[in-house]
């Protein structure tokens, strides 16, 4: 089945991937950093019916509202909201979002549940991190969703979408609260933060720049490349990644995800000293990465592909410290 690959970044926030699945641009800080994917299947009846995956923030919330409308849909119509995991980036908006879509279910990992049931320690956290007033302009409020409305969905757990079938994966790694959905009729797998990010702008004619994200607290480097590995073993034609876009799966995907979590574990291993360790874990991440992506062809500046890296090296160092944290408190 012919699909659009997002190899580069695009202005509008709607783009149509073909096989009924549209990637919108959620607004977060900036245009191609976070995606979220609107399905549209036709039922027996010949009625279509609609699963939004990730509702990025607050903000988010009346585009998609607006693709609905624009495509001549009810808000009736959509009948499930999914996001991968809790991160605000993937569920800040999922409260919002329900209010305004009477019939839809909200489907969640079994540990994510309580979080959209009740979001005020996530909310609590995240002001902790960044000071409310930051919270408050990016996130916006999270709004509790009714437990009635919730589905949990373990691992196996399948639905029906149209004529289609949706299929949830655990896949921790890089939180304990994250599935993967296989799409039976895309035979695409919307990834989450599972299998790492490729932003449109460090794409190399048309090859992503991929890499994974450890971002904290949850980071755990086997559990992640037993999660790839098994997405892998479904056999997908695309991964939908909420970072950045549709990716066509290589048969040395795999491999390069698996020898760049060694090496950010190497990276972190070699800071033991957590008085220094977070300035100098983002240059040794920084450098890494810039190799890799000049190996690979890229011809933006050095400071041009810093801008665009630097919030996942500092977040990815972020994670990789708690993780060796935790591992060296277990010794």
Known sequence: MAMTIDTTPS??????????????????????????????????????????????????????LQLIADKGYSVEQVKYVIPTHVHLDHAGGVGGLMSALPQATLVIHPQGARHMIDPSKLQAGAIAVYGEAVFNETYGVLVPVPEARVQVAPDGFTLPLGQSTLTFYDTPGHARH?????????????????????????????????????????????????????????NPDYFYLTHYGAIAVTPDLQVALYEQIDVLVQIAEAHPDASERHDALCEALMVNMLTR?????????????????????????????????RKNSTR
């Open 178 to 234: 994250h599935f993967c959905v296989l799409d039976s009729l895309s035979n695409g797998v919307f990834t989450g933060d599972t299998c790492g990010i490729a932003y449109p702008e460090l794409n190399v004619n048309g090859v992503p720049f991929l890499f994974p994200t450890t971002t904290p607290v949850q980071f755990d480097p086997q559990a992640m490349k037993d999660s790839i590995g098994r997405l892998l073993a479904l």
């Open 11 to 64: 202005d509008k926030p709607f783009l149509s991937l073909g096989a009924g699945i549209t990637r919108i641009d959620t607004g977060f800080f900036r245009k191609g950093m976070a995606a979220c994917y609107l399905m549209e299947r036709t039922n027996e009846q010949g009625i279509v019916e609609i699963a939004i995956v990730e509702t990025g923030i607050a903000k988010t919330v009346p585009l998609l």
């Open 293 to 325: 992506y000049r190996e690979q062809g890229g011809r933006l500046s050095e400071a041009q592909a810093r801008a665009f890296l630097d919030a996942d090296v500092g977040l990815n160092a972020q994670g990789l410290a708690v993780w060796l944290e």
